[in-house]
């Protein structure tokens, strides 16, 4: 059989450990695709020295794969935004096939790739954009395809994970784990794409178009980190059952769609509140089959290639397929004119249950002030710790309620924020349920 | 396009299922299929009332639809084996495509199905048949294509799951919880399939065969059942950091395949520990992803109906396509000739950790003398709990083993049931790590 020729771009973490899954398990993988995958070309600027590069091509210009004749699919490894997407583009209009991990590229360009992709009849993969190695691309694309999906919600940032469960585990500060991290290799020496969630924001904009049919819209993610997140906010919520992890959360309801990513309480016996360190997991809840759930290394040299691989064997199986019967790559057929039209809801809309932690001086009446500005916006209260009073020192007062609209929750914040026997402002983290076992 | 029409046999639970799923989903299966996927006729025996069948054909010969040439698909819900298998073999020589979720038929008479059909050059597909609407088969033989498997484990049984899981919430006796299972449904009449772990077998010979590519070998599974464990050793177990699960597992060993089901102590802190009720969930190690864990619906009508209907946009898609370049039936291509050869390994070379539950007369020298034979087996003891004796009565003794051969256990536990001293059998049960954090 004609083997699928490959080009690698990028020789880094997840371009070697592609390089190196794909020449390990040659047999195995030929066995699976019914043909070859062999590496053509490889493009790389600063050599990889866990990889064996004896008799293969190499270029430090990744345009040249791009053109190349021999390559029938180009792999996509080099991250960023710009130069990536010229190459992506090069390669589709140069007519091949491209594998990427890339998930900024796909969440911010995605769009007009898979526009020009389509019209030239080109499969575009990107499994090991969102999770890493864990297959849920494909599983949410595919294995779910019977379903008409109700929300996702998913860890899907290895790093803030990894900040979380120490700081549960240790009773740590933000601050201090972090520089851990960093130190471990963990987290960038710039943080802020992992932190701030603008990495898991990406993720979830790919998931959630997948999900339901919908154009990528990442400007209209919803983006808060867990930099904020105290010591003390673990510890309450410890207390009251639930864990804090930091969620991409989409969801379906009638007024359109919910994407958005922040620090989130979830019950201590999900699931999800069992996955720690770097790993992730993606819950997902179809109409038919119910919850699932997705679990495994979301990161990492092999890990993020075991992902790049199966879209390699995956394209080598449909390279000869009517472009029409591959699956679409954003799961629904028709680019454009069959798209969903369901809006991104503005963030004051979405409906949640809120964690709030106050700083009261300790005088009579303070909660009184609070409830009542709750009951005024509609907000009732499910459960409420106040603690004791030191002498002269604030007193923390945590509140859960139940599920209200966002726009009642920043009214009753703004007006809580204004009591002159409230110190600085108010701490407020969503609270899901999520239920698994339903 | 074209759609593509199916014929269902069977309107039961999973049939009626996927009759509901079809038709209320259609217009997004066919935006994911390219062409939509339409019922051309139905056969059962008794009349389904959730199904709203007004204009579809109906017969009551499911054998009719095995060569009704207005359908491209047979689905394949009738369960059994005799019945079954022929009308398989009949829609595959009529060049039918099969979807079935008969996962006794998959594991007893797979080889010979898809021998036939590769003759015949159509797909026969069975999601459904393995832990119900988790896309476990499509994750591990596309998913997870790059790696190299080394162990496959699940909970895939939810009635046992289901018992274990109120044994030890409730601290409450097998044949207590049974009975309930049984008045609530969750359990035959006859429970035998389920608690004896047949049913997990047939799913873990199917599981096996995919993630290494070796023929179905069901008649070499090794299975033991759940209906000897006892309120005792799940409160024992727990004491000593562990939950008692069914699980099926299927380990790569230099010498052949593991494969077998059986109660297994497990970490506490392990995601499978936490799948509670009829709920299933399969932990795979790659080489390349590392450790995954699936979880979900096992078993329903619309959760199994799901894995079907995924099949079926499987077959829309691939119904064109060359056959060779189909996802082969068990993961690796070329029938027969390139097989893996490994062999299934007779149980008593497993190796394996122990929980073992022993009752002494309380006597001075008893634990000595069993300390003894364990030792001349090679056997190293872990932990080890004597409670307390009352006057008279005869005393437990709980031991925890590090690895050893099955073989040495086996001779190790028939020296010590000879002891003068030890009461009745020794009750021992596996204890695996299976870490999905590594």
Tied chains: 1, 2.
């Excluded at 794909?22 to 047999?27: C, I, M, Q, V, Y």
């Excluded at 992992?194 to 898991?200: C, F």
């Excluded at 409420?384 to 020192?393: M, P, S």
């Excluded at 609209?405 to 609270?431: F, H, W, Y």
């Amino acid at each position: 059989m004609k083997p699928v020729r490959v080009g690698i771009c990028g020789l880094g973490t997840v371009g070697g450990g592609t390089f190196n899954v794909l020449t390990r398990n040659a047999d195995d993988i030929a066995r699976r695709a019914g043909r070859p995958i062999v590496i053509e070309q490889v493009a790389f600027r600063s050599f990889n020295p866990e990889c064996d590069i004896t008799g293969i091509k190499t270029t430090s210009d990744v345009f040249e794969l791009a053109t190349n004749p021999d390559i029938d699919v180009l792999v996509e490894l080099i991250g960023g935004y710009d130069v990536a997407r010229e190459l992506v583009l090069t390669a589709i209009e140069n007519g091949k096939h491209v594998v990427t991990a890339n998930k900024a590229l796909i969440a911010v360009h995605g769009n007009e790739i898979f526009k020009a992709a389509h019209e030239k009849g080109v499969i575009v993969a990107f499994e090991a954009a969102v999770a890493g190695g864990i297959p849920v691309i494909k599983s949410l694309r595919e294995g779910l395809g019977a379903n008409r999906i109700e929300w996702v919600a998913g860890i899907i940032n290895g790093t803030g994970n990894y900040i979380l469960t120490h700081m549960r585990e240790e009773g740590r500060a933000f601050e201090d784990v972090l520089a851990e991290a960093q130190a471990l290799g963990y987290a960038e020496a710039d943080p802020t794409f992992d932190v701030e969630g603008i990495d898991a924001a990406h993720k979830l904009t790919i998931l959630a178009s997948i999900a339901y049919g919908v154009p990528l819209q990442f400007d209209k993610a919803y983006t808060e980190g867990i930099s904020r997140i105290t010591a003390e906010d673990v510890e309450q919520a410890d207390n009251l059952g639930y864990i804090i992890k930091h969620l991409g959360i989409s969801k379906r309801t009638e007024a359109g769609l919910e994407l958005r990513v922040h620090p989130t309480l979830i019950p201590k016996e999900r699931l999800l509140a069992s996955v720690y360190g770097v790993k992730n997991a993606i819950a997902i809840m179809g109409d038919a089959v119910g919850p699932t759930l997705y679990y495994g290394a979301g990161a990492g040299a092999e890990p993020t290639a075991s992902a790049v691989v199966a879209d390699l064997l995956d394209v080598a199986r449909d390279i000869t397929t009517d472009h029409h019967y591959r699956v679409p790559y954003l799961a629904f057929s028709g680019i454009g004119e069959q798209e969903s039209d369901l809006p991104i809801m503005p963030m004051e809309d979405i409906v949640s249950a809120y964690y709030l932690r106050l700083l009261a001086v300790d005088r009579p009446g303070v909660l009184a002030r609070v409830a009542t500005i709750l009951s005024e916006q509609g907000i009732s209260i499910e459960a409420l710790i106040q603690k004791e009073a030191k002498e002269g020192e604030l007193v923390p007062i945590i509140l859960l309620t139940h599920c209200t609209r966002e726009k009642q929750m920043n009214e009753a914040m703004r007006l809580i924020e204004s009591l002159a026997d409230i110190a600085g402002p108010v701490t407020r983290i969503r609270v899901e349920s999520l239920d698994e076992q339903e």
